[in-house]
């Protein structure tokens, strides 16, 4: 079964507007962290934004914030005033606590394209 | 300054040729980790090491190898027997992770591998 689950393969924004990406994870872990990431053209991977299952607000990075809905499993990332440069894959990522080492588990991505 | 370095960038291969992908780290880091990503997909964690002299398998070990015997490096093998190797390779580090969630990973630019 898929652990994270990204819905959206693509989305077009307008600039200036804000944009939100869905992901829905799961997991039977009570202690996990939920990481988005971007992936430009270029193919490096940026870290954008963490949220902790215990962490009782949601998380904010500038022009990204995490709307967390934890009874939902969700991990929602808000992008606010769009830029160019915000256009690249935006990929969701859980690691479960529990589990031995600092694994990783990603979503399959959410393409974002912004119209000038 | 400090980061992670992949080399080659683009890197062409025979069928049924062995071959190793470079990652180099400066960060101090403790841990390493190796990615496939296939075209419009997600990361899959192929080896990770928590420590020098010690490596584990991840979710899509079978037909690559990996070596640590420095704290600076994480070479990966592409062994013939991978039936699809053709994808883009991400190697990343991170701090050794304890019970704090919040453990990033740092990726370095990636390598693309053609298998002709």
């Known amino acids: 079964a898929q652990k994270i689950t990204q819905t959206q393969p693509g989305m077009f924004v307008q600039e200036k507007e804000a944009v939100t990406l869905d992901c829905t994870y799961d997991?039977?872990?009570?202690?996990?962290?939920l990481f988005w990431y971007k992936q430009p053209s270029s193919g490096e991977m940026i870290f954008l934004i963490y949220q902790g299952s215990y962490d009782e607000q949601n998380a904010t990075e500038g022009r990204y914030s995490l709307n967390f809905q934890k009874a939902r499993k969700s991990a929602n990332l808000v992008i606010s005033a769009s830029q160019l440069g915000d256009s690249a894959m935006y990929f969701c990522a859980m690691r479960e606590l529990q589990a031995a080492g600092n694994k990783l588990t990603f979503g399959g991505g959410t393409r974002v394209l912004v119209k000038p | 300054d400090g980061g992670i370095t992949q080399s080659p960038k683009y890197l062409f291969r025979k069928e049924g040729q062995n071959v190793t992908l470079s990652c180099e780290q400066n960060?101090?880091?403790?841990?390493m980790y190796w990615y496939r990503q296939d075209p419009g997909q997600g990361l899959r964690l192929i080896y990770y090491s928590q420590i020098v002299n010690d490596f584990q398998k991840g979710d899509i070990a079978e037909g690559y190898s990996v070596s640590r015997e420095k704290k600076e490096s994480f070479p990966l093998t592409v062994t013939s027997a991978q039936k699809n190797p053709t994808a883009f390779y991400l190697c990343?580090?991170?701090?050794?992770?304890?019970?704090?969630?919040?453990?990033?990973?740092?990726f370095g630019p990636g390598t693309r591998l053609t298998v002709l």
């Open positions: 990343a580090s991170s701090i050794a992770a304890g019970t704090s969630g919040r453990v990033e990973q740092f």
């Open positions: 997991t039977s872990d009570q202690s996990y962290g």
């Open positions: 960060l101090n880091h403790d841990a």
